[in-house]
Structure formats: C-alpha cells, structure tokens
C-alpha cells in the first residue's frame, strides 16, 4: 500500500518535471516586387506576447480581442521596430505595423518595408519574444526573387542574411 502511495505521490512530481514549454514563433516574408514592398505575416502566442508587453511596457495590458487595441497596437509598434531589423542592400530599414488579427491560440502581426525596388541582399535580425523567454526560436520563411530560404533564429544566432547574385 505504501508503494502505491508513494507511486501516485512520486510519479506525477516526475511528470511535472519532464513537462517543457516550448516557445516559437512563425514569421512569413514575401517581397513583393509589383508593390515594391516586402509583406510580413508573424504568428506569436498570445500569452507569451502578453508577458513580453507586460514586462518591458505595461503591466496592465492584455493581450485579447476584448482589451484597448489602441494601445496594444502602441507597445507592438514599439516592440516590432526593435526586436525585428530588416537591412535591404545594407540599408536597415524601417518595419510599418500594418495591423493583427486573433486567432486561436496566436495572435498574427502584418507588417511591412515600403519602397523596395530590388534585393540583392537581405538581413533579417528577429529577437523577438528573446528578450523575456531565453530558450524562443524564431522560425523565418523568405520568399525573395522567386527563392525560398527558412531560418531558424536563436537568442545565439539571430540573424538571417541572404545573397542574391544578378
């Protein structure tokens, strides 16, 4: 009887311990070359972008549907224009917020770079959601002159560069 006890005290300490979060997001990038812009789509779950605004801006602030978008929206113009670089021909350039939308368990991020006439190399530097949660990967999906290249970015390596020869 008592290993019985035991086992059902024991056995879910274990399981408890074993039990680990992952954190990722899922960014998409196209350029455009008719819109001259490049369009990005960035997948984060809602509770970790939470607790990321919640620590570098407001604690108060929720992450829903049902909370002041005016102001979420603020902090994640904030967020996006430092924790996402863009460097088109070795020019950083500037990341617009274009809007989000709920879904399930993620909220999806659009945002965009205005006036690219063309690409011969691309950098991206995403540290997003890094700065809160050590162990995030930032998975990244280009779609540049017709190629596609995947990055999995790391709080150790958070940075993508792509060559494009003429």
Same mark, same amino acid.
């Given at each position: 009887?008592?290993?019985?006890?035991? @086992?059902?005290?024991?056995?879910?300490?274990?399981?408890?311990?074993?039990?680990?979060?992952?954190?990722?997001?899922?960014?998409?990038?196209?350029?455009?070359?008719?819109?001259? *812009?490049?369009?990005?789509?960035?997948?984060?779950?809602?509770?970790?972008?939470?607790?990321?605004? +919640? $620590?570098?801006?407001?604690?108060?602030?929720?992450?829903? !549907?049902? *909370?002041?978008?005016?102001?979420?929206?603020?902090?994640?113009?904030?967020?996006?224009?430092?924790?996402? @670089?863009?460097?088109?021909?070795?020019?950083?350039?500037?990341? *617009?917020?274009?809007?989000?939308?709920? $879904?399930?368990?993620?909220?999806?991020?659009?945002?965009? #770079?205005?006036?690219?006439?063309?690409?011969?190399?691309?950098?991206?530097?995403?540290?997003? @959601?890094?700065? #809160?949660?050590?162990? +995030?990967?930032?998975? #990244?999906?280009?779609?540049? !002159?017709?190629?596609?290249? *995947?990055?999995?970015?790391?709080? !150790?390596?958070?940075?993508?560069?792509?060559?494009?020869?003429?």
């Amino acid at each position: 009887m008592k290993k019985i006890i035991l @086992l059902l005290v024991v056995a879910p300490l274990i399981m408890a311990a074993s039990i680990h979060k992952y954190y990722l997001s899922v960014t998409d990038l196209n350029y455009n070359k008719e819109a001259q *812009s490049i369009q990005i789509i960035t997948r984060l779950f809602y509770d970790d972008l939470e607790a990321v605004i +919640q $620590e570098r801006y407001d604690t108060d602030v929720v992450v829903d !549907a049902a *909370s002041d978008q005016e102001e979420l929206d603020k902090y994640l113009v904030k967020y996006f224009q430092k924790k996402m @670089l863009i460097t088109v021909n070795g020019e950083q350039r500037e990341v *617009s917020f274009v809007g989000k939308k709920y $879904e399930d368990d993620y909220v999806v991020c659009y945002l965009e #770079v205005l006036d690219v006439t063309s690409i011969n190399t691309f950098e991206i530097e995403s540290t997003l @959601l890094m700065d #809160v949660f050590p162990d +995030q990967k930032n998975m #990244v999906h280009t779609t540049i !002159a017709g190629k596609k290249k *995947s990055f999995l970015l790391t709080a !150790a390596n958070a940075k993508g560069l792509l060559k494009f020869t003429k």
